[in-house]
């Protein structure tokens, strides 16, 4: 299984999304803002403890606030942590060496 692969399925089972047996990074991206901007509007605290479960960057969060597409914003967000903590793991699972990771 590939990084976006994984990806989809993380965010489906954590979101709930709806992403088509076609995936792309711009499919998942879409079907995430969609669900992003229902998020917020439900309300800003439950929004906010989940960005802070996510570990997404506070400062990273207020530039994307700040901007009209912050629904799209947040979505590259999520799905930048996502991808982090994927190859996070496929790292530590590997017995990865540190300086070969530094290298890409």
Do not use: C, H
Not at 40 to 50: K, Y
């Amino acid at each position: 299984m590939n990084e976006l692969q994984e990806t989809a399925i993380a965010l489906q089972q954590d979101y709930g999304l709806q992403v088509p047996d076609e995936i792309s990074e711009e499919t998942i991206l879409k079907r995430l803002a969609e669900r992003v901007a229902v998020l917020v509007d439900r309300g800003a605290e439950a929004f906010f403890q989940m960005m802070y479960r996510l570990d997404i960057s506070e400062r990273k969060l207020n530039e994307a606030i700040g901007t009209p597409d912050v629904a799209e914003r947040i979505a590259r967000l999520i799905y930048d942590r996502q991808l982090q903590k994927i190859r996070s793991r496929a790292f530590f699972k590997g017995g990865g060496n540190i300086e070969d990771d530094l290298k890409w």
